[in-house]
């Protein structure tokens, strides 16, 4: 039973990190594109953000619209095929992430991107490199 008090709290814990994000049922999460990884340690949440490469690792990082938190993908070549992160450019979307890690309020949570929709690209202007 504390195993699941555990998960559950978890779930709660990566929802308010994130900002307003709506749980996934679990029929829609073993359709995403990660239902397959064994190292997803919470409910898998859609967020509106904007993923960006950034420097240092992770290199590609969403950014939930409304907070000050970061998301990590650890391995941009399992990000969905309707999305890219690269320099130059901005991908604003509705993403369906997983988590990795559990919270960390001082530092980068790292995700599975599962699915991207409602996806509009730009280019990134030079005064507003990282």
């Known amino acids: ?19 307003a994000a709506d749980a996934v049922p679990g029929s829609q999460r073993q359709q995403a594109h990660c239902a397959g990884r064994k190292d997803i340690v919470g409910e ?14 992770p290199r590609c990082r969403i950014w939930p619209i409304g907070t000050t938190h970061l998301l990590g993908i650890a391995d941009p070549s399992a990000l969905p095929s309707n999305v890219a992160c690269g320099d130059g ?24 991107v599962g699915s991207a929709s409602n996806i509009r690209a730009s280019e990134i202007k030079p005064e507003d490199k990282h």
């Open 1 to 19: 039973m504390r195993p699941l008090v555990v998960a559950v709290a978890l779930s709660v814990i990566f929802s308010s990190v994130i900002g």
């Open 44 to 57: 898998c949440v859609r967020v509106r953000g904007r993923l960006r490469a950034y420097a240092g690792y």
């Open 89 to 112: 450019f901005e991908v604003y979307a509705d993403f369906l992430v997983c988590p990795l890690t559990g919270p960390r309020p001082s530092g980068i949570q790292m995700v599975c």
